[in-house]
């Protein structure tokens, strides 16, 4: 069955840097677009970045230039590089992916950012 692990989120201060990862199992990766989302407290889940099977990127306007997506297809494992985080870059980031029309979610990832 398609399963998705999020890891990497913390505590951060402002200004600073995480990496979250994304484990994939249970599907043709290499075959995919993977996405990252974030729900902060109050509102509702958003789209943060997006990457095709070819790699192709796409970002919210909100993290543009200060968030990389990649992916590893050798390990089956999509990132996520936050950089200059800020308090309003604070909530739950999730892994997301469609496999055969059905939409999948990982467990989410709290990031935190405060001084």
């Known amino acids: 069955q398609v399963q998705l692990v999020e890891s990497g989120g913390g505590l951060v201060q402002p200004g600073g840097s995480l990496r979250l990862s994304c484990a994939a199992s249970?599907?043709?990766?290499?075959?995919?677009?993977m996405r990252w989302y974030r729900q902060a407290p109050g509102k509702e889940r958003a789209l943060v970045a997006a990457?095709?099977?070819?790699?192709?990127?796409n970002y919210a306007d909100s993290v543009k230039g200060r968030f990389t997506i990649s992916r590893d297809n050798a390990q089956n494992t999509v990132h996520l590089q936050m950089n200059s985080l800020k308090p309003e870059d604070t909530a739950v980031y999730y892994c997301?992916?469609?496999?055969?029309?059905?939409?999948?979610w990982g467990q989410g990832t709290q990031v935190t950012v405060s001084s």
């Open positions: 997301n992916v469609w496999v055969l029309w059905t939409e999948y």
């Open positions: 249970g599907f043709t990766f290499s075959s995919v677009a």
């Open positions: 990457i095709t099977k070819t790699d192709i990127t």
